[in-house]
């Protein structure tokens, strides 16, 4: 039986993904309330790029929907897991 990851795992592999798109982030700590344009920098490029790996890596990511959103790592784990809990209440601090 296949389990699905942890929304705490989810996050750890999107954090390694906004990394991969943009590595002057190097060793910043990465908090599901950072904005992907205010706190860490992405560019509209940036974003398609990781638009892209998470839809390979992680699951479905609707790119339209998170423009007129947020604009968060938080909207991007919602969007993707579905979960109810959200990535802060599962990252220790």
Known sequence: ???SPSVSEQFA???ALIKE?????GDT???PEDS???HLGLDSLDILQLSRKV???IGTFDLDAFNAGARTVQSILDQTSG?????ASA???
Do not use: F
């Not at 798109?21 to 982030?25: A, F, S």
């Open 13 to 15: 592999q999107l954090t």
């Open 91 to 93: 990252v220790s601090t």
């Open 55 to 57: 839809n390979r890596q």
């Open 36 to 38: 992907l344009v205010e």
């Open 29 to 31: 700590a990465i908090r």
């Open 83 to 87: 979960a109810t809990e959200s990535a």
């Open 21 to 25: 798109v943009k590595p002057g982030l």
């Open 1 to 3: 039986m296949h389990m």
